[in-house]
């Protein structure tokens, strides 16, 4: 399997890089510092994941790299949609990890591309906190969504960072 990893900021692209170059994988895993809506790669792919800049209308930063990463005006989620649209091979899979109260809304723009939710998974902090991420996936063919409900306990010590499932 080879990886394609686009990533727009430059400082990041370079960390990906050098994070790349000391992996085990180097060999199948390619960054490319540029634009997604710009990138083009010649080919489309089996699987595309996404992680796009979360916030539209929160309270921006003075920051605009911190912008162009955290909020939609660098990559809107409608123009995320064209970029899937035009890259994932039929029979290919989108997966993309949203805030919680944006999920129904991407749901519904998906499906205007041909885009069919076939597994959400609604992740909360813990049983006793409410969602606030959504993991989507999505396929050309219409299935029946499966939804799961889970909950990650994140624990940080000195030296480890560890997620269980609840």
Known sequence: MIIDAVEMDASAAEQAKENVAASPWANRIHVFHEDIVNFNAGKQYDGIISNPPFFEDDLLSPDKAKNNAKHH?????MRLLQVVEKQLATGGYFAVLLPFHRVDYFIDE???????????VSVKQTPRH???RGILFFGHDKMV?????SSLKIKRTNTTLSLQHC
Do not use: N
Not at 115 to 120: D, P
Not at 145 to 149: G, H, I, N, T, V
């Open 73 to 77: 005006s660098s990559l809107s989620l």
């Open 145 to 149: 969504p499966q939804k799961m409900k």
């Open 130 to 132: 409410s969602f606030f």
């Open 110 to 120: 998906a499906l205007r591309f041909g885009l069919h939710l076939y597994r959400q």
